[in-house]
Nanobody
Framework: QVRLVESGGGLVQAGGSLELSCSAS???????????WFWYRQTPGSQREEVAF???????RYDDAVKDRFTLSRDLAKNTAYLMMNNVKPEDTGIYYC????????RGQGTQVTVSS
């Protein structure tokens, strides 16, 4: 089973930048089936929302709230995805989780991002 670990969160001022990482590990045959990457955000009292998704072709879709500010990228050799967050806003605050497609990975505990105004 693939295991996911998020990192890179922290406290950042509005307008600043932060880069999150999502590392996938596990059996090689499982990692070879990895086709897509998700980044989600969860805030207190709200449902988890999709921030960005990259498919196997490398095409990314973004939530309108983060489009033109966030960039999802991947390093296939490292089985790692990144979320570069630029010009962050207080409403970007939350716990960020990653996931993969196809589903079935053991998810991580997320990484906390706090944006101060």
């Amino acid at each position: 089973q693939v295991r996911l670990v998020e990192s890179g969160g922290g406290l950042v001022q509005a307008g600043g930048s932060l880069e999150l990482s999502c590392s996938a590990s596990g059996p090689p045959e499982s990692l070879q089936r990895l086709q897509g990457w998700f980044w989600y955000r969860q805030t207190p009292g709200s449902q988890r929302e999709e921030v960005a998704f990259m498919n196997s072709a490398g095409i990314v879709r973004y939530d309108d709230a983060v489009k033109d500010r966030f960039t999802l990228s991947r390093d296939l050799a490292k089985n790692t995805a990144y979320l570069m967050m630029n010009n962050v806003k207080p409403e970007d605050t939350g716990i960020y989780y990653c996931d993969i497609w196809p589903p079935g990975a053991l998810r991580g505990q997320g990484t906390q991002v706090t944006v101060s105004s």
